[in-house]
């Protein structure tokens, strides 16, 4: 059985951990170098953490306050490290909400990508239509919250690029991806834009295998490696806050890495 399965709606240890990560780290530069405890944030919030629905409440609150602290220190120019050939990590991870025999199958011939919602140009990508843009390709590390990380190399579109010829609002705040498993989840504007945010269509030189996303993949170095969704079929520009699937139980939204 598939542990994570068994999460339940609000994994509050994985939400301290990342609490207590973010402040020991980034966020805490916000707070002028005092560390905040969560018994110290109850107070300024004036929460009383007696029972298990209060403490929840705090700690998505905590949670929402990362959100803000790492889209205020978001370097939009900053870009995540690249490694050489050599460092590939070699087999690559697979990781899924299921496991590997239940992979979706998707027909090249058939698959088709929805781009919708605060775009010019509502439409409808084949494949060969994304395979015939400009293609950049990357070797960065894919960090999972899980407690692994590995080097891999995608190659593809750079989504600035995509959502440009797309006609994209780019003032919208969200850009929400969704995908063949019923996996969604979703990224801020900044991010989508970022340099080496990839629309990936290969893996290590060939067509991105089906455990690692066929078609297409989003490819984010600077997120962790749930918010990068595998086998996209939809794509919405929103101002609606769209959540996500691991982001709805509990995992920090921003999933800065
Ligand atoms: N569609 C979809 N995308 C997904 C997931 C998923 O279950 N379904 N899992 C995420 C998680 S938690 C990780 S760590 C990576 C794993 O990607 P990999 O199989 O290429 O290593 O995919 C991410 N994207
Ligand atoms: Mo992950």
């Not at 602290?69 to 690249?82: H, N, R």
């Amino acid at each position: 059985m598939n542990r994570r399965k068994l999460i339940r709606p609000l994994d509050a240890a994985s939400i301290i951990k990342d609490t207590r990560k973010e402040l020991h780290s980034s966020a805490r530069r916000l707070f002028g170098k005092r560390l905040l405890t969560l018994g110290g944030l109850a107070l300024l919030s004036g929460c009383d953490l007696t029972d298990d629905k209060s403490v929840n409440t705090m700690l998505r609150r905590v949670s929402t306050l990362n959100d803000r602290a790492q889209a205020l220190l978001f370097d939009p120019s900053k870009l995540a490290p690249t490694y050489p050939e050599s460092m590939l990590t070699r087999p690559f991870p697979f990781n899924a909400y299921y496991d590997i025999d239940q992979v979706p199958e998707i027909d090249a011939q058939t698959y088709r990508l929805e781009l919708s919602g605060l775009v010019k140009r509502k439409r409808i990508w084949t494949l060969d239509e994304l395979h015939a843009l400009p293609q950049l390709s990357q070797i960065t590390r894919h960090i999972c919250i899980e407690g692994w990380s590995a080097i891999g190399k995608w190659g593809g579109v750079r989504f600035a690029d995509f959502l440009m010829l797309a006609g994209a609002d780019t003032q919208a705040k969200y850009v929400a991806l969704h995908c063949a498993d019923s996996y969604w989840t979703s990224i801020d504007m900044p991010t989508a834009l970022h340099p080496q945010t990839l629309l990936a269509l290969t893996y290590d030189g060939d067509v991105l295998p089906a455990k690692y996303g066929f078609p297409m993949k989003l490819r984010i170095p600077t997120k962790l490696g749930y918010k990068n969704p595998k086998h996209i079929v939809a794509i919405t520009v929103t101002n609606e806050f769209p959540g996500g699937y691991w982001e709805n139980q509990g995992y920090n939204w921003f999933g800065g890495s």
